[in-house]
Each structure stands twice: as structure tokens, then as C-alpha cells.
T-cell receptor, first 113, second 115 residues
Framework: QQPVQSPQAVILREGEDAVINCSSS?????VHWYRQKHGEAPVFLMI?????EQKGHEKISASFNEKKQQSSLYLTASQLSYSGTYFC??????????????FGSGTQLTVLP | DAGVIQSPRHEVTEMGQEVTLRCKPI?????LFWYRQTMMRGLELLIY????????DSGMPEDRFSAKMPNASFSTLKIQPSEPRDSAVYFC?????????????FGSGTRLTVV
């Protein structure tokens, strides 16, 4: 039930864009995105609850394709502070109710000056 | 609010010893989750509580692991006896609901090393 994230790692120069993908084999109720810096706790970025919903957080936005059971995180004009590991967390629909979050394996993003 | 508070931040213990990890969730959050993070397995859900009642403990690896939530402001995760393969970072998180409609808030974690 663990969602699959891609790519596993990406290296960018400051100002470049990146896309991180998250896909599930199960019908999804919601998708969360978190960022974790080295030695710290994961920090909530955003949640997507509806199919096709797009949300934004500064220059970081995300979309949710309910039919394909996929979500993508878009980082535009990346900054040094964006470096970290990004996790998607998915809540699946089970017996008509949503379940707790299961996290993907993470995407390590490194932004270089 | 001070956020989710975990203690200790670091724990080093010898194999066979008992280890107790502690967590104070955010006031008003009805759900509390214990996750374990390792390089090999990522973030794994161990157990979660709703209003102090354990709901799903299917992620608890063995009988050596136990968790309690005696009241709304305190939870413990105990490992007895501890083994080297239990070495990991253990996170506690809390939320208004199980699916985290407003996000999960994680504590700073406890880095456990069993030697």
C-alpha cells in the first residue's frame, strides 16, 4: 500500500524547477506532502483532498489526479532552502472511509548555488 | 502551542535493556501516531490512537513493542527487550483526524541506538 515516489533524488541549481511524482495502486482519499530536512522532523506542506485539486505554498504547488491515483509536487524557481527530502503521504479509501497516512520512500532534493 | 513534544531526543542502550519513549501531542488533537524511520524502510506506521484508544497496531513489529496512551496528553512506546535492529528514529505525530485533514504535526523524534 506504500505509494511510489519518483525520482528518488534530484539535484538542481538555484532558480531551476523540479517535479516530484507520487502514485498509488489504491483509490485515494487524500494526498499529503511533507518536507524533512536532515536531522529534523517532517513538516507538513499541503494536503489535496479532491480530484484535480491544485494547491500552492509559496513557489511550491501540487496537483492530484484522482482517476490516475497520482499526485505531483511542483517546485518552481527553487531556492537553497528547498533542499531536503520530500515525502508524499496517502490516505486510501477502504470500506467507504479514509484510512491513516502511508508514506512514500521520499525524494531527496538538493539545490546548489 | 509548543507542538508535539518527544523525549528523550537521543537514547543509547545495550541490547536486552528496556527502552521507553515518550510523547505529548498537541492539545485538542484526537489522533496520535507512532512512526519509525530507517533508511531501509522509510517512515513506517507502528500504531495509532483515537481518543486514547489504540485503533490499529498492525504495524508493531513484534511483541517486544508496546504502546500506551493513559490520557489525552501523554503516550509511551516501550521496547522490551531491545535489539540492535530496533535502532531507528521514532516519531510521534498528532492530528485532528486519522486522515490528517489539516496535516500531521510531527515531534522532533527520538534517535534510538541499541548496541
Amino acid at each position: 500500500q506504500q505509494p511510489v515516489q519518483s525520482p528518488q533524488a534530484v539535484i538542481l541549481r538555484e532558480g531551476e524547477d523540479a517535479v516530484i511524482n507520487c502514485s498509488s495502486s489504491k483509490a485515494l482519499y487524500s494526498v499529503h506532502w511533507y518536507r524533512q530536512k536532515h536531522g529534523e522532523a517532517p513538516v507538513f506542506l499541503m494536503i489535496l483532498l479532491k480530484g484535480g485539486e491544485q494547491k500552492g505554498h509559496e513557489k511550491i504547488s501540487a496537483s492530484f489526479n484522482e482517476k490516475k491515483q497520482q499526485s505531483s509536487l511542483y517546485l518552481t524557481a527553487s531556492q537553497l532552502s528547498y533542499s531536503g527530502t520530500y515525502f508524499c503521504g496517502t490516505a486510501i479509501l477502504s470500506s467507504g472511509s479514509a484510512r491513516q497516512l502511508t508514506f512514500g520512500s521520499g525524494t531527496q532534493l538538493t539545490v546548489l548555488p | 502551542d509548543a507542538g508535539v513534544i518527544q523525549s528523550p531526543r537521543h537514547e543509547v542502550t545495550e541490547m536486552g535493556q528496556e527502552v521507553t519513549l515518550r510523547c505529548k501531542p498537541i492539545s485538542g488533537h484526537d489522533y496520535l501516531f507512532w512512526y519509525r524511520q530507517t533508511m531501509m524502510r522509510g517512515l513506517e506506521l507502528l500504531i495509532y490512537f483515537n481518543n486514547n484508544v489504540p485503533i490499529d497496531d498492525s504495524g508493531m513489529p513484534e511483541d517486544r513493542f508496546s504502546a500506551k496512551m493513559p490520557n489525552a496528553s501523554f503516550s509511551t512506546l516501550k521496547i522490551q527487550p531491545s535489539e540492535p535492529r530496533d535502532s531507528a528514529v521514532y516519531f510521534c505525530a498528532s492530528s485532528y483526524d486519522s486522515r490528517g485533514s489539516y496535516g500531521y504535526t510531527f515531534g522532533s523524534g527520538t534517535r534510538l541506538t541499541v548496541v
